[in-house]
């Protein structure tokens, strides 16, 4: 799938976004990366002026002013797609998990709570109306990914299947590493769980797709940020990028074959 026009299915990542202390920054540093172009709304109470990031003019991600409404510095906030906002708001505390904002409208564009989980990892819930969430997935400039690393995964595994129901596989490409696919109940994948005893802190870490890693962690470190060197492993080519704001994420160039 690549063009999204309507809601993905219930505990899909759907939507992506990042507070911002600075928003001409942000875009300066991301348009580089990327390519992206923006739209920044007029404040409103539940915003605060929200800029939405576009690739070919649909929206892929967003930025916000940083706040404290819900402090997790260092990663994108990844949101879960729901069909009801409120019920899945509700299965998170019976689950183990934390409300950090409870169910909210934001206008017409759909329905949001933000919530952490019994590791500490932070991620929100979006029902959609007129938002589905990201318009293009898994195509370069685009999310391809998310991924809960932790230094505790067992609690981390035991909460997500209770809240979407996911199923857990195992991953024999990466022999020797603690990590276990995500998969809905019709069998989709939607990410993993990565067990790092190293990890400082547990957080839901974002890929997007690139046509080249080398040329994009070029452009990273050229336009303020950083990154680690390129590296292939069995699912693509890959690097570790912090932006100026040392906000951390992760890019990829997939082969034709690893591609959806």
């Given at each position: 799938m690549s063009l999204v026009d309507s809601n993905q299915p219930d505990s899909t990542p759907t939507w992506i976004d990042l507070d911002v202390p600075d928003l001409d920054r942000?875009?300066?540093?991301?348009?580089?990366?990327?390519?992206?172009?923006?739209?920044?709304?007029?404040?409103?109470?539940?915003?605060?002026?929200?800029?939405?990031?576009?690739?070919?003019?649909?929206?892929?991600?967003?930025?916000?002013?940083?706040?404290?409404?819900?402090?997790?510095?260092?990663?994108?906030?990844?949101?879960?797609?729901?069909?009801?906002?409120?019920?899945?708001?509700?299965?998170?505390?019976?689950?183990?998990?934390?409300?950090?904002?409870?169910?909210?409208?934001?206008?017409?564009?759909?329905?949001?709570?933000?919530?952490?989980?019994?590791?500490?990892?932070?991620?929100?819930?979006?029902?959609?109306?007129?938002?589905?969430?990201?318009?293009?997935?898994?195509?370069?400039?685009?999310?391809?990914?998310?991924?809960?690393?932790?230094?505790?995964?067992?609690?981390a595994r035991d909460f997500y299947t209770a809240l979407f129901g996911f199923t857990l596989d195992g991953n024999d490409d990466l022999p020797g590493l603690d990590f276990t696919f995500l998969r809905r109940p019709d069998g989709h994948e939607i990410g993993g769980i990565f067990g790092d005893p190293a990890a400082a802190a547990s957080a839901w870490q974002t890929t997007f797709e690139v046509a080249d890693t080398d040329a994009v962690a070029e452009r990273a470190v050229a336009a303020g940020g950083a990154a680690g060197e390129p590296t292939d492993f069995p699912y693509g080519r890959y690097a570790e990028i912090t932006d100026p704001f040392g906000t951390a994420f992760s890019v990829i160039t997939r082969p034709p074959s690893r591609r959806e």
């Open positions: 942000a875009t300066e540093f991301y348009r580089a990366l990327f390519g992206w172009d923006f739209h920044t709304a007029a404040p409103t109470a539940e915003t605060g002026g929200y800029t939405t990031c576009l690739l070919r003019g649909r929206a892929v991600a967003g930025f916000g002013p940083a706040s404290e409404r819900d402090p997790a510095p260092g990663f994108w906030r990844m949101y879960f797609a729901t069909q009801d906002c409120d019920a899945t708001a509700r299965r998170v505390v019976d689950a183990g998990g934390t409300l950090t904002q409870a169910p909210l409208d934001i206008a017409d564009r759909g329905r949001v709570a933000l919530a952490v989980d019994p590791v500490g990892a932070r991620f929100g819930l979006w029902q959609g109306r007129t938002h589905p969430g990201c318009r293009i997935v898994n195509e370069p400039g685009s999310l391809v990914r998310n991924d809960l690393s932790t230094p505790d995964p067992d609690p």
